[in-house]
């Protein structure tokens, strides 16, 4: 038996900034903000099974930073959807050492760190095999016929025998986002549309890659996840060869822009899927939460150098950040099947500022 050699890939996510101009001028005088910065790293060990059947996979963690530059609470974001992968990842995150972030010179804790691992095969097949491209097509076809349970177990079959590279779960996750949007589930077709496009760029044809960023846009404006939908609109506007509907994508953006700046406030619904926090990145730094079914249980506000944590009840409750945090993210946990609505509006600052 061929034995497999394999790379473990850890990279840093860079995030936005804060935006000076939601700031005072008060505010911008006293904020002089360091980066929490990675000085020791632990590669996690590769799980054999995987290794065996030559499987890759990746993760996206949002870690905290404390003060003492330990790692704590990372939160999977993303992933090839590998649990092994998972597993292995967030147990060498826990063991990482940083330089802690500050803040005026003092040592603060801070969340706008973002882990990404990777595990590669060496020199890997880089392409889909004929035996996953022969179940993808009998997929696709039974999708575009409607047979959507045949579909389904199509699809179930081709992800626990067929498919083990970056490039076959590229496909695999488009395939899952055009199998939901037959269902008539947006929110489960954006999911697989941001497995396939976060890390997996460079494993799809770059039209199809393009084309799934247009969709994936379109989808996170109607789920009005606005500040997802600009950095999708970025990535689109960065590939080289754009067609007609992707320029008018990026028309559609610049007026999006515009005219929030006018919409005072914006509200839409959310929901626990499972075990993990549904996650959304705040475009505003006034927000509001209420329950609508089922119960909640803690809300997190991570912002760049600002974690605050609540205990929720059936209450809606509205918090105002200061806008000197930077960007912030909003993790809420509850039981499955809980559901909400959020409801996001200008501050003072943001007021001001246009």
Not at 75 to 101: M, T, V, W
Request: glycine share 4%; net charge positive; charged share 25%.
């Amino acid at each position: 038996m061929i034995k497999p050699y394999f790379s473990i890939v850890i990279s840093l996510v860079l995030l936005a900034p804060l935006n000076p101009a939601l700031a005072s001028d008060a505010e911008i005088s006293d904020y002089r903000y360091n980066k929490a910065k990675l000085v020791k790293q632990v590669k996690p060990t590769y799980p054999q099974m995987e290794l065996k059947q030559f499987r890759e996979g990746w993760v996206r963690y949002s870690v905290i930073v404390d003060e003492q530059g330990n790692v704590q609470q990372p939160i999977l974001l993303h992933s090839s959807g590998n649990k092994a992968f998972q597993r292995r990842a967030e147990a060498a995150i826990k063991k990482f050492k940083y330089q802690p972030a500050t803040l005026n010179g003092k040592a603060v804790e801070s969340s706008d760190n973002q882990v990404h691992i990777s595990f590669n095969l060496v020199n890997p097949i880089k392409r889909a095999n004929s035996r996953f491209y022969r179940h993808f097509k009998r997929a696709k076809n039974l999708i575009k016929d409607q047979a959507l349970e045949q579909a389904r177990k199509k699809i179930e079959t081709l992800e626990d025998k067929h498919t083990f590279n970056r490039y076959e779960q590229a496909f695999l996750a488009l395939l899952k986002s055009h199998y939901h949007a037959s269902l008539g589930d947006p929110e489960m077709q954006l999911h697989y549309l941001r497995r396939a496009t976060l890390y997996q760029k460079d494993s799809l044809p770059r039209n199809t890659y393009a084309n799934a960023l247009a969709i994936k846009y379109q989808l996170e404006v109607e789920r009005q996840s606005y500040r997802d939908a600009f950095e999708t609109a970025a990535l689109l506007e960065g590939q080289r060869r754009k067609s007609a509907d992707h320029q008018q994508v990026l028309a559609h953006r610049d007026k999006l822009r515009r005219a929030l700046k006018k919409q005072p406030s914006f509200s839409f619904d959310g929901s626990i899927k499972n075990e993990h926090p549904w996650h959304h990145s705040l475009m505003r730094k006034q927000f509001s939460l209420a329950s609508s079914e089922g119960k909640l249980k803690s809300l997190e506000i991570r912002c760049d150098n600002k974690i605050r944590r609540f205990e929720l009840d059936n209450n809606a409750k509205t918090w105002n950040i200061p806008a000197n945090w930077g960007s912030c993210d909003i993790f809420v946990w509850g039981d499955t099947g809980s559901k909400f609505y959020i409801t996001e509006a200008l501050s003072a600052e943001q007021s001001n500022a246009i």
